[in-house]
């Protein structure tokens, strides 16, 4: 390969930048400042690389978005790969309608919770009040009391007929008898048991041979008011015998 030649410059510096292609040597060029001067004649993409096509219109994305974004939407805009479109409420969604009467109810929840008093952690406090009289001018019992039960006995029956009679009903109160019962400890008589009010006699039940150590009884729902007694009426006896008279219920209070 020839040796290069160094020549001149119009200042008198000789150039001393040569480059070779293997055959032949060729002076390297600079620019004013010095520089090199490279032309780049080929260069090959590597794979997936971007080309222009894909920028521009990566650009052109870009450039609609601003425009969006930017105060309204063009009328180009739904033409091409952006289309924007008034959608209808799909089916199930809450509306509006829907969402004010759901308030609404709400509303009257926390109106009821309030009206029934207070609320204390998770509890619900519930004022319960009492109206005195109602029960005199309905003129009905009204609420368990305490329980009832009553022995009454004659343990030296005279002989024929002989009553038994249980406890008066004080004044503010019913009594309610469940259930009711006479013996003759002695001999079999006639027994007829149940409730006395004023002087009527109203028996629960009543029969003509029950014999010694025999109990009658009866379940019935006798209600006694104020002044009625419990009544057991013993027949056929003879003197000296053990009658019993039993009834147990319960008592309620009045207005």
């Not at 060729?26 to 004649?41: E, M, N, P």
């Not at 008034?86 to 009257?108: H, V």
């Amino acid at each position: 390969m020839t040796q290069p030649k160094i020549e001149g410059t119009g200042h008198g510096i000789p150039r001393m930048l040569y480059a070779s292609d293997g055959s032949n040597w060729y002076a390297v060029l600079v620019d004013s400042d010095g520089h090199v001067k490279v032309d780049v004649v080929t260069s090959a993409l590597p794979t997936d690389a971007a080309t222009e096509t894909t920028l521009l219109l990566i650009k052109s994305y870009v450039d609609a978005l601003e425009t969006l974004l930017a105060g309204g939407l063009p009328a180009a805009l739904d033409s091409g790969a952006l289309k924007v479109k008034e959608q209808s409420p799909l089916t199930g969604f809450a509306t509006s309608a829907n969402q004010t009467t759901m308030i609404t109810a709400l509303q009257l929840i926390d109106d009821l919770r309030a009206a029934l008093g207070s609320v204390n952690t998770d509890d619900l406090q519930v004022d319960v009040k009492t109206y005195p009289g109602v029960n005199a001018l309905l003129n009905i019992p009204f609420g368990y009391n305490d329980r009832y039960a009553e022995e009454v006995s004659n343990l030296n029956a005279a002989a024929g007929w002989n009553d038994l009679l249980g406890t008066a009903v004080p004044a503010g109160e019913v009594w309610v008898v469940t259930a009711i019962a006479g013996v003759n400890s002695n001999r079999a008589c006639t027994i007829q048991i149940g409730a006395r009010g004023g002087t009527i006699d109203v028996y629960a039940i009543s029969t003509t041979s029950a014999g010694a150590l025999l109990w009658v009884a009866a379940a019935p729902q006798l209600i006694l008011k104020e002044g009625d007694k419990i009544v057991g009426s013993f027949g056929g006896c003879t003197a000296g015998d053990d009658i019993y008279l039993r009834a147990s219920g319960y008592k309620m209070k009045v207005a």
